[in-house]
């Protein structure tokens, strides 16, 4: 199954691009609030919300994760850090046993330690191989994507 947040619309494309080739579901995260559509508003809002320890509350509710053994778990980098609303997704869902595989996308940042982060919230989880895709190889996301699925296995 595929999960992730998208803004701006970049970490979608590698998202419906992930089910198209592995057959997974695709689910978008979306937040009840809606996010400043103005870039540099949003950048001073997204910090505010960071420096509170703020989870914001997503529309999508009781996601049936049940019947996954894997997860491709994707997300833009907001300051370094996982974009809030995944951050929402992880402390809500226990993803114990499972296999998550992080996809990131950023302008020029690449994981900055996320994965870690996601093993701090996720301890029993085994975190795969991340992909990360920059605003400099966002072109290729296609071959990349396909390489990194079959360094998975898929
Ligand atoms: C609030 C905010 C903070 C960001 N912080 C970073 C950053 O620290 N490093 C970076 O390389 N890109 C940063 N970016 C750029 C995004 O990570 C990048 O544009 C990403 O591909 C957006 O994904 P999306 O289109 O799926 O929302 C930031 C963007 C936003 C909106």
Redesign the pocket.
């Known amino acids: 199954m595929v999960i992730y947040y ?7 494309q590698i998202a419906d691009y992930i089910g198209e080739k592995t057959g997974a579901d695709v689910i978008r995260l979306e937040t009840v609030k809606t996010y400043p559509s103005d ?1 540099n508003e ?2 001073d809002y ?1 910090q505010e919300e960071q420096r509170n320890g703020e989870k914001p509350e997503l529309k999508n509710k009781n996601i049936n994760i049940e019947d996954y053994d894997t997860i491709f778990l994707g997300y ?5 850090e996982i974009a809030t609303p995944v951050y929402t997704f992880l402390d809500e869902y226990n993803l114990s046993g499972k296999k998550i595989a992080p996809f990131v ?5 690449g994981l ?1 330690g996320t994965r870690s982060d996601i093993k701090k919230e996720e301890p029993n989880a085994e975190i795969l191989d991340a992909m990360s895709i ?2 400099s190889t966002l072109n290729n996301y296609k071959s990349l994507t396909d390489n990194w699925l079959s360094k998975l296995g898929f």
């Open positions: 998208s803004r701006s619309g970049n970490t979608k870039y949003m950048l997204a833009p980098i907001w300051w370094g996308t950023s302008g020029s940042s900055s920059t605003s």
